[in-house]
């Protein structure tokens, strides 16, 4: 049974999970008799719109958006037009403000996506109204797997919230900038992630290794 697209997913595509795991994790979507968010043709979105060799930084949550048409396989992104609360975006741009001065409107990321960022969650669905519905369902393998392919070189790392910061505890923080905070979400974002100002933190680190700062602001 095949539920969820693979298109795209370049070199990707050759992590053991797309053959040991994914059967599993398709056999359980199979009996959710919920909506699935995102769509499944959008599962994958983040690894397929950013490459192994092309990552420089991974931004790493929790699960997606469990509101329909809220998310589109990015973490964190909205489309453009969706017309309800943002809640952990809409933080993620106050802090960015607040740490570069960058006033962002744009709410889907996938701009951040094209210049390296990798924006993954611990877990690629969930089911309408259940956050953390899907969590013990597979998506884990993936994730560590997603890690281990991106040990070959520094990058930077900003870990939004528990499950992203136990996901990732084998990142080397000498080797790589790993920055941990609270989630951005309404429940958790007073509990460190205001004031973690990780925009400007990561290019510094990128900027001082000739690697390029990101343009976090408005495409």
């Not at 797309?18 to 994958?44: G, K, Y």
């Not at 609270?182 to 900027?207: C, D, E, I, K, T």
Request: proline share 8%; net charge negative; glycine share 10%.
């Amino acid at each position: 049974m095949t539920l969820l697209d693979r298109n795209g997913l370049g070199a990707w595509g050759d992590l053991p999970f797309f053959t040991e795991s994914l059967p599993e994790v398709e056999a359980a979507l199979a009996c959710e008799d919920r909506l699935i968010c995102p769509p499944t043709p959008a599962v994958f979105n983040a690894l397929a719109r950013t490459q192994p060799d092309d990552t420089r930084v991974v931004i790493l949550g929790q699960d997606p958006y469990h509101t329909p048409g809220k998310a589109d396989g990015l973490a964190f992104s909205i489309p453009a037009g969706f017309g309800g609360r943002l809640d952990s975006l809409g933080n993620i741009f106050k802090e960015l403000d607040s740490d570069l001065g960058i006033s962002r409107t744009c709410t889907d990321l996938s701009d951040w996506a094209d210049q390296g960022v990798l924006l993954l969650n611990t877990a690629l669905t969930a089911p309408q109204g259940d956050a953390k519905g899907h969590r013990k369902i597979g998506w884990d393998a993936l994730t560590q797997q997603v890690l281990a392919r991106l040990a070959d070189r520094p990058r930077a790392y900003l870990l939004w919230g528990k499950p992203a910061a136990k996901a990732a505890k084998n990142v080397d923080p000498q080797q790589n900038l790993k920055i941990e905070t609270a989630h951005p979400s309404p429940l958790s974002v007073y509990r460190g992630f205001y004031g973690s100002r990780p925009f400007s933190q990561v290019n510094a680190w990128l900027q001082a290794r000739d690697m390029g700062g990101i343009n976090w602001g408005n495409p």
